[in-house]
């Protein structure tokens, strides 16, 4: 069946660089950076990852960042904790444009 | 006694209890061979650096039907070593000048002369390693003294905990393994064993229950520490993070899962020069129910002799098996993934 996403993908992500060297060496080195170890622990960084996948619904991350964060040590319940953030988030932007919401109904209104 | 779940693959028929067909899947997923990767690293062929370990295999038969288990132990498992094999392994065990005694099986304190075998081993002075499953402690009253045992004859007991919640360890151990696992630690622990100051070692080991690596053992051993000691009182010294085999029973839930292609191609990615360099069997012997020589446990499993002349005990000849080639196949990416696995945990 022929799907928009196709898991097989994911391992083809250095592919990018086919397209454009440069720039794709460039993005490659500044994610390895990014994930290395720092003032956050690598450890650290694959939960707001695996939190940050949610948000933004990739599936390609979303397998990456739960394989990863298992091998991280990482059990269900503090995976699934991690999504609730990102859960939380989502649903607190669009709660709080209510607000804005708010104002213009009133700016609106006698 | 833990509730019995499950068969062996052996007691089912089943076509992955025979190594040649684990063999030729293991072939079939058509990635690098191993041994053209230990070539690239300057390695090929292996060989050992001495025979310091002894590990004996002392049968099958187990009181657990663990999901991962790499020697298909159970119950049904008739497969048990004889006084008469033990005897010549202690006769192999002068000869080769090994400073460690591994035994393992199965649960090797099944084996009605395991007992004898052990005081003998003991007053060679060896230092003797029990790999122990912990409930066989609380099977049943006979067993319920084996702490003390261990003790008299300063054994270090190597245990399995694949996690400190029930879940995941009796997801891939067994229903109610998890609690009499505790409870088997909490009678260790009261004879001193992980106690600091005690002498009595106790550690344990974590495997991934499921498709993936596992994390940093020395994270995961600061986790293990602070939640058996808060949960449960539980003390012990060292995790050791072990790698899943694709072997035997995990190589058939690796298939049954849709999990085997992916795995294979993260050990082989995760394929690591030093671990490879560190791998157990560079040091380690291991010995079959029935007496017959292997470079690893896993090996022994597979029906991978020794390439020596004498592949049984009673033809053992130190100075061929330190001169032997280490026969490696596509299972031994499990050892050489990431920080490298072997019975006593990474190798980096």
């Known amino acids: ?110 | 006694m833990a509730v019995l779940t499950h068969k062996s693959l052996a007691a089912q028929d089943h076509e992955l209890s025979e190594s040649d067909k684990q063999l030729k899947l293991l072939h079939e997923a058509g990635l690098t061979p191993f041994q053209d990767k230990l070539t690239d690293t300057g390695l090929f062929p292996l060989k050992p650096m001495n025979l310091d370990i002894f590990q004996i295999n002392m049968g099958k038969m187990c009181n657990q039907v663990c999901k991962h288990c790499h020697v298909d132990a159970g119950p049904d498992r008739k497969e048990i070593m004889t006084r008469e094999t033990m005897l010549e392994c202690l006769e192999a065990i002068d000869k080769s000048g090994c400073t460690t005694v591994d035994l393992t099986g199965g649960a090797p304190e099944m084996n009605p002369d395991f007992r004898w075998f052990v005081e003998q081993l003991s007053s060679k002075g060896k230092h003797i390693i029990v790999r122990c499953n912990l409930t066989i402690i609380v099977a049943n009253k006979k067993y319920n003294d084996l702490p003390e045992f261990y003790k008299k004859h300063n054994i270090e007991v190597v245990s399995s905990l694949p996690y400190f919640s029930s879940t995941k360890t009796d997801a891939q151990r067994g229903d109610g393994v998890f609690e009499q696992s505790i409870r088997a630690l909490q009678m260790l622990n009261a004879v001193g064993y992980g106690e600091e100051g005690s002498g009595l070692i106790l550690n344990l080991v974590y495997n991934p229950s499921g498709a993936f690596l596992p994390p940093d053992q020395s994270e995961l051993a600061g986790t293990f520490h602070a939640k058996l000691k808060d949960r449960y009182d539980v003390v012990f010294n060292d995790l050791f993070a072990i790698t899943n085999i694709p072997i035997s029973r995990y190589l058939q839930y690796l298939v049954a899962s849709g999990n085997y292609n992916g795995y294979m191609e993260k050990l082989v990615n995760a394929y690591n020069p030093m671990a490879a360099e560190n791998v157990m069997c560079r040091s380690t012997l291991s010995i079959s129910w029935d007496g017959y020589i292997y470079d690893c446990d896993f090996n022994q499993m597979l029906d991978l002799k020794v390439a020596t002349k004498g592949q049984h005990l009673r033809d053992f000849n130190a100075q061929d098996l330190l001169e032997r080639s280490i026969i490696v196949n596509q299972h031994c990416y499990g050892c050489t993934a990431g920080a490298g696995s072997s019975c006593g945990g990474t190798t980096t």
């Open chain 1, 1 to 110: 069946m022929k799907t928009y996403y196709d898991p097989e993908d994911l391992k083809k992500f250095g592919n990018i660089s086919d397209f454009q060297p440069e720039l794709g060496k460039k993005f490659f080195e500044y994610y390895g950076n990014v994930f290395a170890d720092g003032a956050l622990t690598k450890r650290e960084k694959s939960l707001i990852a695996l939190a940050v996948s949610h948000a933004l619904q990739c599936p390609y991350c979303i397998d990456a960042y739960t394989q990863d964060a298992m091998e991280r040590g990482y059990d269900e319940e503090q995976m699934m904790e991690a999504v609730h953030v990102a859960g939380a988030i989502r649903g607190g932007a669009t709660m709080v444009h209510g607000v804005q919401m708010m104002n213009k109904y009133k700016e609106l209104s006698m």
